[in-house]
């Protein structure tokens, strides 16, 4: 009996399987920004509603063989692609079950499936070790970029909230431009007008993009090194 | 017979050609450009038709040349350069020929010219070496991408839509806007609102910008590793 | 009595005496920025206050204790750090006593709370061994920034200023302009519309984009170098 | 004599005058830049009017005196910063014997004084050492990313001239949408609105980021190498 099980736990790991599953929940992916387009016709919806109850089908079963094929069906529930796995197919039989209106947030809960793509990826260790080996540094990192980002919107505050104090009205506006800025993202809802919040603006974001970028830099040499490791 | 053809076959790797043939291709360009131009007088369109065909008629008679200098036929013409010079040539014939409507489309394939410039390099050797030994990890971060601008569009589309329903009106609005802020384009047609939006904004941008830059430090460390190559 | 300072000297390197106050450091920082928002309720302005009174109380109290703790308390005083505490407390007593509308930019001597959770953190010693080490980069990088930053700013006022008098008005208006687009803010509130104000912003992003982008991989390599050294 | 000119000749070594002269062309870059402002006073005006005269009565002398040290004169006049060095004063003399309008133009010339800067910086040196040594990658990336701007131009005009005419109105247009989106940019005058336009921009992002980025990284590299050569 263990032996035949043996044989069966092989079967998710065939591509063929790893493939179906991947392209199901790309699928299933597809279905769900599909249905919140506004305007849908009446024979999408169904089609929709349809293409649901399969795809929760085919994952319940799948679902319930991995358990029948795992040694220990306690630890494989509590899992954490057990768990995933799970909160891949509850949300359709809870939400039916359950009032509809808490369906909305439920529906984001079906994202998880994504999460089940990591599963067939080994090599995402190398680049979590890599994180691993430069924790400290990202860490300073983060935090130094947080207080630069507090200490940017109240820079601005100061300069712009008598000139513009419709649109920096509080340290919280400031916040979301020194967020927009900091990453030059810029969508120009939000820019500095006066002479001093410019030069300030200009200070700022000298010191700020090395400081958001050294960390990239860390991180890709971290992973150039491990990258190197196995070959010594 | 044999040795005159590798006598002339040399042709084409000499400066003088190479150069001539690169910048007909760029004048060629040149011209396509100034033919999408609005409002274009009478005299102008007809120096555009005269030249397309001296510049068709060149690389009409460098196809013919070339293939008179190939050993085996065939193969050349369904080489891949073989195929790039025919696709060069063929859209003039085929667009006089036919229909003139389906000239519009036709033409993005007279581009095609663009690809010969590559003939002429070497050094791009290189670069696809860098770009295969550090394969894997860009095909991971290529997901990881695209999972995570997946995740920010739902993320947003939550957040904004009740808010902003003409905005982010659905999932495919919100990747467009997914992309155009994790790129750090942030052209400003569609930006969040709402205290909720602009939170995750900020942590969707701490962890993209990484994830998004991260690519380009590994193959810059990879190409530097393949430079170093030939020293030892 | 020397030996028992010694004993008490440890108390602030309690991580639950460390956290504590960096706890109400965060906290008096919200609170300022909550203090920000316009048209706050009544109640909401007392809570502020009487937060502010017990932020300062226990600050006063923290700073009292380390200069009791100094051996040398003249050198305490004039510490950097004695520095930062005492101007966390200042602004509030000095504003009580003196004028009220200086208070506004006193305030912003508040914020030097934040500077205090740099004393919790030894890690950043190595970042700045890495930028010392580059030092000389930095500064020829910096100049060349300015330069380039300025010389933008020349040829897009030669370009723009005919065709957008009241946008690109002066050298200082196309320095805004120039910070704008070489960092990639782009906000999108001036911007060039000529054919040569365009070709020349496309040449200067060419240049400017590596050499703003250049000193960021320089400290990246340099930290990278410094994280080696201990290994040897 | 020679031996006077020899100690003479450390004179423009000296510090003090390193950094007056230095001083000297940031004062002139600044009054350049005052004189642009639009509704300027008389008093200013005059005020500039004098600087400059005082300024170009100092490059002037300068000018004279490195001539007379110089030993091989002409050599010297037809230098690199010998040139400059005229260039920075010339301006003046012509603009005020010849027409005053062609004064508008002349005055970009008088920012050469700016490359005088260079000369007291021995450090460039090593960066440009660094350059040579990626030239070739330099060239295949300028090109690559050349190419890839005009590709993309191309594939947005496809998408877009139709729905947006007036935004997307030819090649040339889609060429400055190229530039400001792939750069990231992207001031917001000029967006795709169609699916299949931002499906576009998203894959030309995708490859071309990492395209124009990864030049960054083997600048920085090699630079990094050029820093590590002495301590061989």
């Not at 800025?181 to 000298?206: E, H, K, Q």
């Amino acid at each position: 009996m263990k032996v035949d099980k043996d044989d069966q736990r092989i079967f998710f790991d065939r591509p063929i399987v790893a493939w179906s599953i991947t392209l199901l929940i790309i699928y299933s992916v597809i279905c769900f920004s599909i249905d919140t387009l506004p305007n849908l016709d009446k024979s999408t919806t169904i089609f929709l509603h349809y293409s649901e109850i399969i795809i929760v089908s085919i994952f319940t079963v799948e679902y319930l063989y991995r358990l029948y094929l795992a040694e220990n069906k306690t630890k494989f529930i509590f899992s954490f692609y057990g768990l995933i796995d799970l909160l891949a197919i509850l949300p359709f039989y809870v939400a039916t079950a359950i009032d509809l209106r808490t369906l909305r947030l439920m529906r984001l809960l079906r994202l998880a499936r994504l999460l089940k793509l990591a599963r067939y990826n080994q090599a995402l260790l190398r680049f979590s070790k890599a994180l691993f080996s430069v924790k400290e540094e990202l860490i300073i990192f983060s935090i130094a970029s947080l207080v630069l980002l507090y200490l940017s919107a109240v820079g601005i505050y100061h300069f712009e909230n008598s000139a513009q104090p419709e649109v920096f009205r509080s340290i919280f506006d400031c916040l979301w431009w020194a967020v927009a800025t900091l990453t030059t993202v810029g969508y120009g809802d939000i820019y500095p007008i006066t002479i001093g919040g410019r030069i300030f603006t200009f200070v700022i974001l000298m010191i700020g993009l090395g400081l958001i970028a050294v960390p990239t830099g860390i991180v890709a040499s971290a992973l150039s090194d491990v990258r190197k490791q196995p070959e010594n």
